[in-house]
């Protein structure tokens, strides 16, 4: 007969994610917590409702997870959160887990603690846990159900319900061609014609959205959300940008819109997330017509800008003969790659000039320059003047 007190501590100790045993609904013990009360007041009750493995996402405090040992026992583990936890999140569990609001620095030291999971690492850590106490082995779609089709059925229903609604009131999403114009204009870089666009389409006859939420504020938030996922992936990558760069960007201002807590500092701030997409297109725009070889390499060296990367490395990467390399390179980008590689280390250092506080050691040695007075004058020699003359100008 296992020792389920040991196991607890034992999972704790190599896992580092906070972990419960229960005995029907009576809590046991614990390892991982703050304190030695139950932990899982009301995620507990929900848990009971599931089979086993079962997993429980909550809107605010995390996902948690139960896996039954035998028709007694059981563990609960969580919680466990994809990204790094906030101040809204750990006044989430405080307030959901009952907790005095004193103790507010020491959850937060809890929570901050935890390993990040993804939803997936997760899930087959339950059915690892499952395996280990059970020996019954199960797969993740089995476990829970992911690939359970009924939610087409549900949505087709819905799909078929609501387009026979809108026909007969007239109601037809018109933003089709507008985000058509506007992804061209992304793409390009043109930021003067795109303001234009986006001015006049103000004066225009309204354009017809689709209902994505129940609420005003919830429907400018998901409108924003998604027009940042298509410009960034369908017009600002094509355009140029660099793919880590566009998806960070994205990352960002989808956070950012999250904080808001009026429409229209959400519509402010989706005009400036178009214009921001525009400009930093412009910026690194690629001519047309460039191969798919020679785009590889340019995004190879966009995201190992900050290391001491060479043309060598980047032949190394390319996997053919370094004249051929060479020579595609100067007949499409028009430069050799190392001055290709110097001109994106520039570029990032004007973006770390014009939005952080960083110094110039600071920026030089992470750009990987041999010295700072190196990177000045480099910095010099293409932009026309000093680092600190570009900060002055532009931050």
């Given at each position: 007969?296992?020792?389920?007190?040991?196991?607890?501590?034992?999972?704790y100790?190599?896992?580092?994610?906070?972990?419960?045993?229960?005995?029907?609904?009576d809590?046991?013990?614990?390892?991982?917590?703050?304190?030695?009360?139950?932990?899982?007041?009301?995620?507990?009750?929900?848990?009971?409702?599931?089979?086993?493995?079962?997993?429980?996402?909550?809107?605010?405090?995390?996902?948690?997870?139960?896996?039954?040992?035998?028709?007694?026992?059981?563990?609960?583990?969580?919680?466990?959160?994809?990204?790094?936890?906030?101040?809204?999140?750990i006044?989430?569990?405080?307030?959901?887990?009952?907790?005095?609001?004193?103790?507010?620095?020491?959850?937060?030291?809890?929570?901050?603690?935890?390993?990040?999971?993804?939803?997936?690492?997760?899930?087959?850590?339950?059915?690892?846990?499952?395996?280990?106490?059970?020996?019954?082995?199960?797969?993740?779609?089995?476990?829970?159900?992911?690939?359970?089709?009924?939610?087409?059925?549900?949505?087709?229903?819905?799909?078929?319900?609501?387009?026979?609604?809108?026909?007969?009131?007239?109601?037809?999403?018109?933003?089709?061609?507008?985000?058509?114009?506007?992804?061209?204009?992304?793409?390009?870089?043109?930021?003067?014609?795109?303001?234009?666009?986006?001015?006049?389409?103000?004066?225009?006859?309204?354009?017809?959205?689709?209902?994505?939420?129940?609420?005003?504020?919830?429907?400018?938030?998901?409108?924003?959300?998604g027009?940042?996922?298509?410009?960034?992936?369908?017009?600002?990558?094509?355009?140029?940008?660099?793919?880590?760069?566009?998806?960070?960007?994205?990352?960002?201002?989808?956070?950012?819109?999250?904080r808001?807590?009026?429409?229209?500092?959400?519509?402010n701030?989706?005009?400036?997330?178009?214009?921001?997409?525009?400009?930093?297109?412009?910026?690194?725009?690629?001519?047309?017509?460039?191969?798919?070889?020679?785009?590889?390499?340019?995004?190879?060296?966009?995201?190992?800008?900050?290391?001491?990367?060479?043309?060598?490395?980047?032949?190394?990467?390319?996997?053919?003969?370094?004249?051929?390399l060479?020579?595609?390179?100067?007949?499409?980008?028009?430069?050799?790659?190392g001055?290709?590689?110097?001109?994106?280390?520039?570029?990032?250092?004007?973006?770390?000039?014009?939005?952080?506080?960083?110094?110039?050691?600071?920026?030089?040695?992470?750009?990987?320059f041999?010295?700072?007075?190196?990177?000045q004058?480099?910095?010099?020699?293409?932009?026309?003047?000093?680092?600190?003359?570009?900060?002055?100008?532009?931050?």
């Open positions: 007969m296992r020792d389920l007190r040991v196991f607890c501590s034992m999972f100790a190599s896992h580092y994610l906070p972990i419960a045993l229960y005995c029907r609904s809590f046991i013990c614990s390892a991982g917590f703050h304190g030695d009360s139950d932990p899982y007041p009301f995620v507990m009750p929900k848990l009971l409702k599931m089979g086993s493995p079962a997993v429980y996402v909550s809107s605010d405090t995390g996902f948690y997870g139960l896996v039954k040992y035998d028709a007694d026992n059981c563990f609960v583990l969580g919680p466990a959160y994809s990204t790094p936890i906030t101040e809204e999140g006044r989430a569990y405080i307030n959901k887990n009952a907790i005095s609001p004193g103790l507010q620095g020491d959850i937060a030291q809890f929570l901050g603690g935890i390993p990040q999971y993804t939803y997936n690492q997760f899930l087959n850590l339950l059915v690892y846990l499952h395996y280990i106490l059970t020996g019954e082995q199960l797969s993740v779609t089995e476990a829970f159900s992911i690939t359970d089709t009924g939610y087409q059925q549900v949505i087709g229903q819905q799909h078929t319900e609501k387009a026979y609604q809108d026909r007969e009131n007239q109601r037809q999403h018109g933003t089709y061609n507008f985000e058509r114009q506007m992804l061209s204009l992304i793409e390009r870089g043109d930021t003067e014609q795109l303001n234009q666009f986006l001015m006049e389409s103000l004066l225009a006859a309204p354009i017809k959205e689709g209902k994505l939420a129940d609420t005003p504020l919830r429907q400018a938030k998901n409108l924003l959300i027009t940042a996922a298509m410009v960034g992936k369908e017009a600002a990558i094509p355009g140029g940008m660099d793919i880590e760069q566009a998806y960070q960007l994205i990352d960002v201002y989808t956070q950012e819109c999250e808001l807590q009026s429409v229209e500092a959400v519509k701030l989706q005009y400036n997330m178009l214009m921001d997409f525009t400009k930093r297109v412009a910026k690194q725009r690629l001519p047309a017509g460039i191969s798919k070889e020679i785009h590889t390499c340019i995004q190879y060296i966009s995201t190992h800008i900050n290391e001491p990367i060479s043309a060598i490395d980047v032949v190394a990467f390319f996997g053919k003969s370094r004249a051929c060479f020579k595609k390179f100067r007949q499409e980008l028009g430069m050799t790659i001055a290709y590689i110097t001109a994106c280390k520039i570029r990032e250092a004007k973006f770390l000039l014009q939005y952080t506080d960083k110094s110039l050691g600071e920026i030089s040695s992470y750009l990987c041999s010295s700072q007075s190196y990177f004058n480099v910095f010099k020699k293409h932009c026309g003047f000093t680092p600190l003359e570009y900060r002055k100008a532009y931050a």
